[in-house]
């Protein structure tokens, strides 16, 4: 890969118009995007700067100011880098790394009632999830449709993983515990 996740979603956010480093914040924070990605807030100027090394983002000549408020643009080989990125990130497969798969590979350790009050509590946070991307998502105006694409998955896997547990969730309480 060319870029790291991060790396591709600031340089994203510059591809689709150019942003100073408080506004890539705003939109991150905005969009959720750290529900599904490593960007910190700590980090945005990092990675810039680790952009602007390697000649994928520019700053045009501007009197001098904060350096907060440079204004950063997408070079064409930027633009070219991240599309190759992101396309070799949808059309390949990823294994997924869930702490949840940990903790169920881990069940003798628990008993029946732990494991079913453990999942009920977990079904009530992912329904709170959906219901908050879904506040989140209508709160925006007109989204690009890269954002609406990523609500959507975001959504889908929720959905998914609600329905999974609402299945487990049905457990019988051990009656020796």
């Known amino acids: 890969m060319e870029l790291t996740?991060?790396?591709?979603?600031?340089?994203?956010?510059?591809?689709?118009?150019?942003?100073?480093?408080?506004?890539?914040?705003?939109?991150?924070?905005q969009r959720g995007i750290r529900q599904w990605s490593d960007v910190g807030f700590s980090s945005i100027y990092?990675?810039?700067?680790?952009?602007e090394k390697r000649g994928l983002v520019h700053v045009p000549e501007?009197?001098?100011?904060?350096?907060?408020?440079?204004?950063?643009?997408?070079?064409?080989?930027?633009?070219?880098?991240?599309?190759?990125?992101?396309?070799?990130?949808?059309?390949?497969?990823?294994?997924?790394?869930?702490?949840?798969?940990?903790?169920?590979?881990?069940?003798?350790?628990l008993s029946d009632r732990e494991y079913a009050t453990a999942l009920r509590t977990r079904l009530a946070r992912v329904e709170e999830r959906i219901g908050s991307v879904?506040?989140?998502?209508?709160?925006?105006?007109?989204?690009p449709r890269a954002a609406r694409e990523v609500f959507s998955y975001a959504l889908s896997l929720l959905e998914?993983?609600?329905?999974?547990?609402?299945?487990?969730a049905q457990v019988p309480d051990d009656p020796e515990d």
């Open 5 to 29: 996740p991060a790396e591709l979603t600031v340089l994203g956010l510059l591809v689709e118009r150019a942003r100073h480093g408080y506004d890539l914040e705003q939109v991150i924070e």
């Open 62 to 109: 501007a009197p001098a100011a904060a350096k907060s408020r440079r204004v950063f643009h997408a070079t064409a080989e930027g633009r070219e880098v991240a599309a190759r990125t992101a396309l070799a990130l949808i059309a390949q497969p990823q294994p997924v790394r869930h702490p949840l798969l940990v903790g169920i590979a881990n069940l003798p350790l």
């Open 134 to 143: 879904r506040a989140a998502q209508q709160a925006q105006g007109p989204l």
């Open 160 to 168: 998914a993983e609600r329905q999974w547990l609402a299945a487990r």
């Open 46 to 51: 990092y990675l810039l700067g680790k952009l």
